[in-house]
Nanobody, 117 residues
Framework: QVQLVESGGGLVQAGGSLKLFCAAS????????MGWFRQAPGKDREFIAA????????YYADSVKGRFTISRDNAKNTVYLQMNSLKPEDTAVYYC??????????WGQGTQVTVSS
């Protein structure tokens, strides 16, 4: 079992930056993939970015490529999402999740990001 706790969300003006944190505990392996997703009101959950604990493989959605950066600190069991040049359409609840190789299965409770215009 894996437990995930997101933090770092908040209110920011368009063009600003925020850094999200996802603290993980439990059974995590180097081959696991950590991901960030978001869900805006009335919309489906959307994939944002993913990274393997072992590093090397990083994936981004086209909507955030060049603006968001995913990284991890294995010693702290923490995954980060640096978000720059934020837009109002980035407003959503952001979730982190773990893919142990069978799809993203474990989810945090989410953190709200609101970008004002």
């Amino acid at each position: 079992q894996v437990q995930l706790v997101e933090s770092g969300g908040g209110l920011v003006q368009a063009g600003g930056s925020l850094k999200l944190f996802c603290a993980a505990s439990g059974r995590i392996f180097s081959t696991d993939k950590m991901g960030w997703f978001r869900q805006a009101p009335g919309k489906d959950r959307e994939f944002i970015a993913a990274i393997r604990w072992s590093g090397g493989s990083i994936y981004y959605a086209d909507s955030v490529k060049g603006r968001f950066t995913i990284s991890r600190d294995n010693a702290k069991n923490t995954v980060y999402l640096q978000m720059n040049s934020l837009k109002p359409e980035d407003t959503a609840v952001y979730y982190c999740a773990v893919d142990p190789g069978t799809g993203f299965r474990f989810w945090g409770q989410g953190t709200q990001v609101t970008v004002s215009s």
